[in-house]
């Protein structure tokens, strides 16, 4: 059929429509392609652009040097010293076994070390850095680096590491870094990145530990390129990050040193203190241990052998040892009668050997007893029966906030690890503790520092410092932290009668320089430097009747774990109280034996700043002291404290 010219118009006008509708539709959609192309090309350029960075560029963090250790006088106590080793990557070495028989030649790799190292490189990718040989030796580490050509992968590395140039004698106040552990970052609910970094070290106890975040400082970065699997292939920039802060301990480095000295292969501690500051002069647990072998991880051998040791080297007895105080406790008992006005210094009992209450017998340490004494005569010949006959006058109550006062029963607020809260009981506290009622024998128990009561070192010289000072001195270890002095405010007084701490004070200056004090042997015989003090003997296993009808088997013929704790707190000078010194002999026998002579020896060093003269010492004992101290000079280190410095 034939077509119209109408027809044809109207065709052609429908087709012109649809060519237009379709032509606008793909202008629009090239228009919002390109748009969108300029916005990823040109505007979005840069994310872009760091995102194919982030493929070849990888950001790492690079450790801060730790903040140094100092003693009192500015001398090194833990530091940095240069740490040469030797790394070796799978990629680079090819032939391991090869390798490492070429390197076992220049340098001492033993069986076991081989193995660990098999290991660590089986463990880790092929291009990741594994440590061969840690600590070395100078000679050794020259002689890696210059057969270095021959030695494909394995790369020398200086790097720091922590150091303990006083080896034993600061151990347990500092501690130790070791690496970071699952259990140090489970610690922490936001742990810095920079412990994650392989090798990296952390306190563990201790200053070092308490002070963590003090001592680190923070992480600098570093941008490194690496390649599609991503082994570095160069350093692009690096930024350092901030050393951690100096802390400078109240400690005297020589004086610490002495004292560990003088305590020698007892099992024992020793604190001294300033009685009006608070500042802790010396603060040593015998024996110590090398906090050096903890720093790179301590072999099972050695950590075997201090675990084993009976003498708990790796317990610091200071803060951490709990200890009846024996007869260094009677002070306390005294004070809370004298305050309640149960008692005066002249006020008498009649101590024939023991008391009687119900069907028990408490007894005096001299069996015959003391006949008729007084506070100060009690005091100074320790007479056990006094203080049983005024403890019930005055209820544990009293003698325990007493005791509170005077610094025992507290956890006392310092950086260091595993600090006992010993034990000053109360009825409440028996009722709580072991769901029993307080009896009168446990009264007279802890009247003469027995039975329940329970204190460590630390706390026994904080109360002799504030029976000395009359105020509520607290302990302090930091004097300075990044050189700035860390500032404490005066004690305040005590709230206790100065008649009744006169009193005490005249007791225990009796127990130094009567003749029939239990201490008079280690009196000092300058009268500059008069000390004041209190023996103390705490016993650690029970005595039957039957053994006391017979005679009670000395100490001496006992075996050493059965033996009687000795105590020592004291004084000097008398008349113008400067230093408070505690000593505690583990299974030492008496305190006027063996914890008064060494407490005389520690705070004459401290008073006089260097070795005791013999004119110190009473005329008879001079030629046996002058023995002692001359072999005591031999185990001495040579100098004080390193200078500071941070290589």
Known sequence: MRRTARDTEESARRVNRRTLLMGGAMAAMFAVLGARMRYLSVEQADEFRLLAEENRINMSLIPPERGLILDRKGGLIAGNEQNYRVTM???????????????????????????????????????????????????????????????????????????????????????????????????????????????????????????????RGTAGNKRIEVNHVGRVMRELERIDGTPGQDVQLTIDADVQNFI????????????????????????????????????????QRDYSALMEDDHRPLANKTVQGAYPP????????????????????????????????????????????????????????????????????????????MGRKLGLGIRHDLPMSAITDGIMPTKAWKKERWDQDWRIGDTINASIGQGYVLASPLQLTVMTARIASGRAVLPRLVRAIGGQQVEFPEAEPLDIPA?????????????????????????????????????????????????????????????????????????APYDNPRYAVTVVVEHGGGGSAAAAPIARDAILRVLHGDIPPLTAYPANQRGRIETDLNALREKLRSGGGAAKSRA
């Open 326 to 401: 024996g007869s260094t406790f009677k002070m306390v008992t005294a004070l809370a009668a004298l305050q309640d006005g149960l008692i005066t210094p002249e006020t008498t009992h009649s101590c024939p050997g023991y008391i009687e209450f119900g069907d028990r017998r408490f007894h005096c340490w001299k069996r015959g007893g003391h006949g008729r004494v007084d506070l100060a005569r009690s005091l100074s010949e320790s007479c056990d029966v006094y203080y049983y006959e005024i403890a019930q006058k005055v209820g544990i109550d009293k003698i325990a906030e």
């Open 89 to 215: 990557t799978r990629e680079g070495a090819g032939d391991t076994e090869a390798v490492l028989a070429r390197l076992t030649r220049l340098i001492p790799l033993t069986a076991e070390d081989l193995e660990r190292i098999a290991r660590d490189l089986d463990r880790n990718s092929p291009f990741v850095p594994i440590i061969v040989a840690d600590r070395l030796s100078w000679e050794d580490f020259s002689k890696v680096a210059l057969n270095a050509p021959t030695l494909p992968g394995v790369t020398p590395e200086v790097g720091l590491s922590r150091h303990y140039p006083l080896v034993e004698d600061f151990s347990h106040v500092v501690g130790y870094v070791g690496p970071v552990s699952e259990k140090d970052l489970a610690e922490r609910p936001d742990p810095d990145p920079v412990l994650r970094i392989p090798e990296f070290q952390i306190g563990k106890i201790g200053v070092e530990r308490w002070m963590e975040d003090t001592l």
């Open 499 to 571: 008649e009744g701490l006169r009193a005490v004070q005249s007791g225990m200056f009796e127990v130094m320089n009567s003749q029939r004090g239990t201490a008079f042997s280690s009196r000092i015989a300058d009268e500059t430097m008069v000390l004041a003090g209190k023996t103390g003997t705490s016993q650690v296993r029970n005595i039957s009747a039957a053994e006391r009808a017979r005679g009670v088997v000395s100490n001496d013929q006992l075996p050493w774990n059965r033996r009687d704790h000795a105590l020592f707190v004291g004084y």
């Open 260 to 299: 560990q000295a003088r305590l020698g292969e007892e099992s024992a501690a020793c604190v001294v203190m300033d009685v009006q500051t608070g500042e802790i002069i010396a603060c040593a647990s015998a024996p110590g241990f090398d906090p050096n072998l903890f720093v790179r991880g301590i072999s």
